[in-house]
């Protein structure tokens, strides 16, 4: 690690971005968050609109009826890994963090991640919180190791921000935005 080699270009640094945690008041003004969020993305990466990843940490963006209100809300259209093998460049990809290991993208925003959702806590006991926590901080390893460029983190303030992100958010790795 003493001699590091480093291949980003200038035009590539110009592109790179701190990861941002953004929060909003809940859901639906989080999706009305990721229509601008989408935008900068963009304008600030110029590459196909498939090379920029949203990945749901909450199901219900995932279904038919969830990817039919993110398409409606924020005009954008998607390419959806966990349900179909079509795949168009000029549509957004959208999935599940458990369906996007091996593949890269410029930019990757992780929707849901929040209190509750990251690590999930309904439904556990406390033989297997450790367990949801430990499964939790690899999703998030997953799905940021993604990006190339840029990663933005959007989650609702009903639930809170989520335990696995306070460190980083202390250490200054996370900036926390609005």
């Given at each position: ?174 900036e926390k935005g609005n």
């Amino acid at each position: 690690y003493s001699n590091p080699q480093y291949c980003f270009t200038s035009s590539d640094e110009e592109r790179v971005e701190r990861p941002k945690l953004l929060m909003y008041n809940n859901d639906e003004q989080l999706i009305e968050g990721l229509n601008q969020v989408v935008n900068k993305y963009v304008k600030m990466l110029q590459c196909r609109l498939s090379d920029i990843a949203i990945i749901s940490f909450d199901e219900k963006w995932l279904t038919q009826e969830g990817i039919a209100i993110l398409e409606k809300k924020t005009g954008k259209q998607f390419n959806t890994l966990d349900t179909s093998n079509a795949f168009d460049p000029a549509k957004f990809t959208l999935s599940s963090p458990y369906s996007i290991n091996g593949l890269e993208f410029q930019g990757v925003i992780m929707i849901g991640v929040d209190d509750g959702r990251v690590p999930q806590t309904f439904g556990t006991s406390d033989i297997s919180k450790h367990f949801i926590m430990y499964s939790a901080y690899n999703m998030l390893y997953l799905a940021i190791s993604r990006a190339r460029f840029m990663v933005t983190i959007m989650g609702s303030e009903l639930n809170g921000v989520s335990p696995c992100l306070e460190h980083s958010i202390d250490a200054g790795y996370l900036e926390k935005g609005n």
